[in-house]
Each structure stands twice: as C-alpha cells, then as structure tokens.
C-alpha cells in the first residue's frame, strides 16, 4: 500500500479500507510482539493490561506517510486509547468500541 493510496482513502473517509487492509494487519502485528502485547501506558504506570488498540502516534489523517511505520505506533489498553481521543469520544461514541476504527 502506498501514501498515495492511504491519502486517497483519507479524502474518501474509507478508512475501514485501511484498516482491513494487510499492510495494516501486517505492521499491527509487529507492534503488538514489540509491545509485548501490553498496554504500554499502563506499563509506564507499573500497571499490566493487554493491547486491546494499536494506536497512532501521529494520526493517519494528518500523516498518511507514517500510517504504516511502526515507530508510529504503539499498543495501548481501551482506557488509556479513549483518553488519547477525547475528540472523538464526544463525536463518535458509537465508533469508540471498535479498535479498528482509529
Ligand atoms: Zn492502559
Ligand atoms: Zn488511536
């Protein structure tokens, strides 16, 4: 998957496409083995809780070119994911379960 196509799925508002896609599953994979499956928010507060969304540092919107490099990411707990969209929680509430989304 190139930037190009990640852009164009960004200004189509088809980002289920992306986040279906292989490359994504791909490096999302490879996140969570790197972050030992843990949230790494919980971690840094001693605490354990499992990877339940890979999160964008950077968001995909704004840096369609980091979407897919690991470095951009990271693993978090539901908790610790809502507190790094609080813009999206009052928006969106329907969409905040879904780990895919964002
Ligand atoms: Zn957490
Ligand atoms: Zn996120």
Redesign the pocket.
């Known amino acids: 998957m190139t930037t190009a196509e990640i852009i164009r799925m960004v200004l189509l508002d088809d980002m289920t496409r992306f986040y279906n896609s292989k490359a994504w599953k791909n490096v999302r994979a490879k996140a969570r083995r790197r972050d030992n499956n843990e949230c790494q928010l919980c971690k840094a507060e001693g605490k354990h809780s499992k990877c339940e ?1 890979v ?2 540092i950077k968001e995909v919107r704004d840096y369609p070119e980091l979407a897919l490099t690991l470095s951009n990411l990271f693993c ?1 707990c539901k908790v610790h ?1 809502n507190r ?2 609080p813009e999206k929680l009052q928006k969106q509430k329907k969409k905040f379960d879904n780990e895919e989304r ?1």
């Open positions: 969304a999160h964008h978090v994911h790094e969209h964002w």
